[in-house]
């Protein structure tokens, strides 16, 4: 795996045609003389243009295997492959550069740097990006146009959280993780910022993978992944998805 551009995604392999190769994961964290098993055995794919819904209660390992998928962390066994490429074997060096490149990332807090306008928030993010959108161009993705020059404190929890968007796709990522994105907010402002993420995935054709402990939002997705006790419990393709105005919860 080298550090420059990744391939593009081409017809040679099975892995190579997919975002994401994931096989049997597993994920064990050290507590002193205790073993936690995040993670038991998890395969999973990403397709090209997929949007995903990761849903399971809460300890079930759907942000440990996020985490794994994005480079944040790192399986204790199991292989997963970005591109046809094994990021389970990759360095640190090799892990960082894939995180700044090719993964967009949004949590359920929006980490904002509270002395930057929204404008200079994404900016930060472009600044190192090598294919990166006009920072001005992904706030007007999202709405938010109208609201370049404010600061964090000025603006309302949905708007930081899609300024918090603007920021991880403006570097063009070939994919978005979304780790509980509308966590914080009311159900109304939610569906706000799942309209944005619906968006991104539509026109920019960027895979996501969302989670959530939410079955109404599993309705927009392509496909519906429930984990359980770190396993994979089911998985469900959804024929007719909803639009997220048409969610309730």
């Known amino acids: 795996m080298s550090t420059g551009p990744f391939p593009p995604v081409g017809p040679a392999s099975t892995e190579e045609s997919l975002v994401f190769h994931a096989r049997q994961i597993t994920k064990v ?3 002193g003389e205790v073993q936690v098993h995040a993670l038991r055995g998890v395969d999973m794919d990403l397709h090209p243009g997929e949007l995903v819904v990761l849903l399971g209660p809460s300890g079930s390992g759907k942000s440990t295997l996020l985490n794994i998928l994005g ?3 790192t399986a204790t066994s199991g292989h997963v492959s970005y591109r046809g490429q094994d990021i389970t074997k990759a360095t ?8 700044r490149f090719h993964v967009g990332f949004v949590f359920q807090f929006y980490n904002l740097i509270p002395s930057l306008t929204a404008l200079e928030n994404v900016a930060v993010v472009t600044e190192i990006a090598r294919n990166p959108m006009d920072p001005r161009n992904a706030l007007g993705l999202v709405g938010l146009r109208d609201r370049l020059h404010h600061f964090p404190a000025q603006l309302s929890g949905g708007e930081q959280q899609r300024v918090a968007i603007a920021r991880a ?12 994105p509308t966590g914080a907010l009311d159900s109304a402002t939610g569906i706000i910022v799942l309209e944005v993420l619906e968006k991104i995935n539509r026109e920019l054709g960027t895979a996501t993978v969302l989670i959530t402990h939410n079955a109404d939002i599993a309705e927009m997705a392509d496909r519906v992944i429930y984990l359980s006790d770190g396993l994979i419990a089911k998985v469900r393709r959804n024929e007719q998805k909803k639009k997220p105005g048409e969610l309730h919860w």
């Open 29 to 31: 964290y050290e507590m």
């Open 71 to 73: 480079g944040l962390d």
């Open 92 to 99: 640190d060096r090799e892990l960082t550069d894939y995180r």
């Open 169 to 180: 796709v403006a570097k063009n990522p070939a994919v978005l993780l979304c780790d509980e």
